[in-house]
């Protein structure tokens, strides 16, 4: 299977269905090439209403999920949560959540085992802070958050 290019919009946090429903319009319109992967991440409000309003070939992802299939975590979600919305997609560890959130290496690495164990697709996102950048350590860093990943899935097969 030849790989594709990827394109991806993650909405963060932004958005409301007249808004969201624009943005469908727009994608509705578009050409997509059989070669480009073509993914959007609303805000989780948003998982089924998007999954059902766009194109079947462009993909729809959440923003996170949790490392376990349930249980009293409030406001987290599963991976068979997602999939039951009709979704195949997921983003862990982007850099908001590392920081804000202060979501460790670790628990990236346990999210996206538990992700791709569950049969979603992962995107697994990596990089340094500007002042780590600035600081020389972008190989450290960048280093660190990928064994985390690989380390956890290895280790669990």
Partial sequence: ????????????????????????????????NSKTEVVVAPPTV?????????????????????????????????????KDVGCEWVILGHSERRNIFEETDELVGEKVF?????????IACIGELL???????????VSRQIKAIAGMCWRRK
């Fill in 1 to 32: 299977m030849e790989r594709r290019f990827f394109v991806g919009g993650n909405w963060k946090m932004n958005g409301n269905k007249a808004s969201i429903d624009g943005i469908i319009k727009t994608l509705a319109e578009g050409n997509l």
């Fill in 46 to 82: 948003y998982l089924e209403y998007v999954r059902t309003s766009v194109k079947p070939e462009i993909g729809v992802s959440a923003q996170n999920c949790y490392k376990v299939a349930k249980g009293a975590f409030t406001g987290e979600i599963s991976p068979a949560m997602i």
């Fill in 114 to 122: 538990h992700a791709l164990a569950e049969g979603l697709k992962v």
């Fill in 131 to 141: 002042s780590e950048r600035e600081a020389g350590k972008t190989m450290e860093v």
